[in-house]
């Protein structure tokens, strides 16, 4: 497709599982960023991965969170051991530039942790 | 950590009307972009500024990049009823945080016909 995709766009766990959400970004983008936004709040900025180099993860808020992105491409977001607290929206966004400028942002997906 | 303040935090006006919206932060930023977000879909670009002092239009939108470098503003004249959603601040200080985009914490827009 012509956008950055997500999947899924709902996700219902319990806690303790571990769940992996997927960001297929537009193609030929070299950056690709995780945001998790919560409800009524703003983004909060998680990872970024900017073509070969490493990714940046200041923002990734334990351990138990994780991310890679194969061949240049695709992205998985992996959170292990899932807490009532990691419910919010997690959106992956692509930039053709660096300097995270002009990011295109996916759906999200909805992660509910029950 | 950098912050990005944006204000108002909600807005509710009639249908015709003009808005502005605006972030501050105490830090230096290179770019700032804002972008609106509607139920259950990812925030949409609206405007990105990469030079101090810039002031750029997209239709209806006007955005400024403040000459300080640590404040924009977004202007929308005659709103309409589409108009309606989230708008956030967002920007870039660039350097050893390029890829890191700082976002406000939105102003909900809602507008009477």
């Known amino acids: 497709g012509a956008g950055v995709s997500q999947s899924p766009s709902n996700k219902v766990t319990e806690k303790g599982k571990d769940v992996e959400l997927r960001c297929d970004p537009i193609?030929?983008?070299?950056?690709l960023y995780w945001y998790r936004q919560s409800l009524g709040q703003g983004l909060e900025f998680l990872i970024y991965?900017?073509?070969?180099?490493?990714?940046?993860k200041s923002g990734l808020p334990s351990d138990r969170f994780s991310a890679e992105r194969t061949g240049g491409s695709v992205s998985t977001l992996t959170i292990q051991r899932t807490q009532q607290e990691d419910s919010a929206v997690y959106l992956c966004?692509?930039?053709?530039?660096?300097?995270?400028?002009?990011?295109?942002f996916g759906q999200g997906t909805r992660l509910t942790v029950v | 950590g950098q912050q990005l303040n944006q204000s108002p935090q909600s807005m509710f006006i009639q249908e015709g009307e003009d808005v502005s919206m605006n972030c501050t932060s105490s830090?230096?930023?290179?770019?700032w972009l804002w972008y609106k977000q509607d139920p259950g879909e990812g925030p949409v670009l609206l405007i990105a500024?990469?030079?101090?002092?810039e002031l750029t239009s997209n239709g209806r939108l006007t955005a400024q990049f403040g000459i300080t470098r640590k404040d924009s503003f977004l202007n929308i004249s005659a709103s309409i009823p589409s108009d309606v959603g989230i708008y956030f601040c967002?920007?870039?200080?660039?350097?050893?945080?390029?890829?890191?985009?700082?976002f406000g914490q939105g102003t909900i827009l809602t507008v009477h016909p």
């Open positions: 966004a692509s930039s053709s530039q660096q300097g995270g400028t002009e990011a295109f």
């Open positions: 193609s030929g983008h070299t950056a």
């Open positions: 991965f900017q073509g070969n180099s490493a990714p940046d």
């Open positions: 830090s230096i930023f290179n770019t």
């Open positions: 500024l990469y030079k101090a002092g």
């Open positions: 967002a920007a870039n200080a660039g350097g050893t945080s390029y890829g890191k985009l700082t």
